[in-house]
């Protein structure tokens, strides 16, 4: 399984941006996708997933601002990012697995950059 992330950019607090995710490959293996995201000098935490049925995780951290949402046809997995704190700054990774919580499967980071 393959997955490309894209969407990252440089945005003041308070804007928003969408992440994008397409996999690829052996995608009939994934159930759970989801985005986990970095922070400089911060362990990889996870921000939100998503199976294939449509069952939803968030941080609390980023509840009532982040939405993820999914297109099994597509192959496709989002993150719609509203109100952006500076806090949110960090490299968002896009992974996927077959079975919640564990995810075999990681993309390249994107990076989201909030500026004060």
């Known amino acids: 399984v393959q997955l490309q992330a894209s969407g990252g950019g440089l945005v003041q607090a308070g804007g928003s941006l969408r992440l994008s995710c397409t996999a690829s490959?052996?995608?009939?293996?994934?159930?759970?996708m989801g985005w986990y995201r970095q922070a400089p000098g911060k362990e990889r935490d996870l921000v939100a997933s998503i199976t294939s049925g449509g069952n939803t995780n968030y941080a609390d951290s980023v509840k009532a601002r982040f939405t993820i949402s999914r297109d099994n046809a597509k192959n496709m997995v989002y993150l719609q990012m509203n109100s952006l704190k500076p806090e949110d700054t960090a490299l968002y990774y896009c992974?996927?697995?077959?079975?919640?919580?564990?995810?075999?499967?990681w993309g390249q980071g994107t990076k989201v950059t909030v500026s004060s």
């Open positions: 992974a996927a697995g077959a079975r919640w919580p564990v995810f075999e499967y």
């Open positions: 490959g052996s995608i009939f293996s994934i159930n759970v």
